[in-house]
């Protein structure tokens, strides 16, 4: 390719089709609405009732949105999710893995009970979408599957092990697949978000103490904002990052350094 063949097209998505697990709240939300904006069409599947905001979000960018109620850890969910994405949208060009949950107990109460449920969602649905998807993403040869990492995909993960573990988890089988996908012009890449000021993290913001704690360790001096976000998972998921795979992009205002 030629210098002068780049242009900013590179970062659009229309035309393309996009699942998002988790899509409809969260960081999720701000994935699946920074594709929308690019130009992509958004599948999102959910184990949470619509309540029509993300479809109002999506439209008003000049995108179009499908939604299914379904638990993505139920058996034959996977591929369910990925035939339904090509019946009502044509194809699967994009994957982001974001859905996930986080148990906390002091480690002589983390029990199984604890970890089997973050181990099912965190690791095991992203592998078997991602499977799923790689059926269809390798006979059209392209597609972009993102798989939403963390700080805690390099960190120790207390009061949390499943939590560490299924995120280091997913930044290996992100650089796995990544290894058999690019032959075909697949990218499978991930993204890192640090700290970010969500419903999840308002507990910790809003006591002083534990705020500066956070604070103290980011360069940036502020909590994450979910569109701190979008510009990752456009580039991520867009022509522009066709020679990017295996990578985990931390999205943290600088935490890892410190």
Not at 62 to 81: Q, V
């Amino acid at each position: 390719m030629e210098i002068q063949e780049f242009s900013m097209d590179f970062f659009s998505l229309k035309g393309k089709n996009a699942i998002v697990t988790g899509g409809n709240s969260g960081l999720g939300r701000a994935f699946a609405l920074a594709l929308a904006k690019a130009g992509a069409n958004l599948f999102i599947p959910s184990i949470m009732e619509d309540d029509g905001t993300t479809k109002k979000l999506i439209e008003e960018a000049g995108s179009k949105m499908e939604f299914l109620l379904i638990d993505i850890t139920e058996k034959g969910a996977p591929k369910r999710i990925i035939e339904t994405c090509v019946e009502k949208l044509g194809s699967v060009d994009i994957v982001v893995n974001s859905a996930g949950i986080c148990k906390l107990a002091e480690v002589l109460d983390f029990d199984r009970s604890k970890w089997d449920p973050m181990i099912d969602i965190n690791l095991t649905a992203a592998f078997e979408l991602s499977y799923e998807a790689a059926q269809v993403m390798v006979p059209q040869r392209s597609g972009k599957i993102i798989n939403i990492c963390s700080l805690f995909s390099f960190l120790g993960g207390q009061w949390s092990p499943a939590y560490a573990a299924t995120k280091h988890g997913i930044a290996g089988f992100t650089k796995a697949y990544c290894d058999e996908l690019a032959q075909y012009n697949i990218q499978v890449n991930g993204i890192a978000p640090g700290y970010f000021a969500t419903d999840i993290t308002k507990a910790t913001r809003s006591n002083p103490e534990t705020n500066q704690r956070v604070l103290d360790h980011i360069p940036a001096n502020r909590w994450g904002d979910v569109a701190d976000l979008m510009g990752t998972t456009v580039f991520l998921a867009s022509r522009a990052s066709d020679y990017v795979n295996g990578h985990i992009l931390t999205v943290d205002g600088g935490y890892l350094v410190r």
